[in-house]
């Protein structure tokens, strides 16, 4: 079955960056859009960014938009978030997600994916 595990996670200062990592296994990565969401503390969990197969296009939220970048490399079964400019509201709990749905464009909800990593903690001092 597909396993994802991130990586990357840490204290960071505001306006500095980070970069996630979430290495997939037990399937072909090739045939799974990729999305990372985010949990903070007392909310539900938000999605954050996707890319679809071979790369073919990246989706950001607002909140990120501009500061992050996803990106995929299909030889290493990996997916990554750069993550710029962080602010102390971008602290929470990221976390990666795939499916392998036959939607061109999956919609930034978490329906949309049903294979979950165990999250990696993101924290943004002021």
């Known amino acids: 079955q597909v396993q994802l595990v991130e990586s990357g996670g840490g204290l960071v200062q505001a306006g500095g960056s980070l970069r996630l990592s979430c290495e997939f296994s037990?399937?072909?990565?090739?045939?799974?859009?990729m999305g990372w969401f985010r949990q903070a503390p007392g909310n539900s969990r938000e999605f954050v960014a996707s890319i679809l197969r071979s790369g073919d296009g990246a989706y950001y939220a607002d909140s990120v938009k501009g500061r992050f970048t996803i990106s995929r490399d299909d030889a290493k079964n990996t997916v990554y978030l750069l993550m710029n400019n962080l602010k102390p509201e971008d602290t929470a709990v990221y976390y990666c997600?795939?499916?392998?749905?036959?939607?061109?464009?999956?919609?930034?909800?978490?329906?949309?994916?049903?294979?979950w990593g165990q999250g990696t903690q993101v924290t943004v001092s002021s």
């Open positions: 037990g399937r072909t990565f090739s045939r799974y859009y």
């Open positions: 997600a795939a499916d392998s749905g036959v939607v061109a464009v999956p919609l930034p909800v978490e329906d949309e994916y049903h294979h």
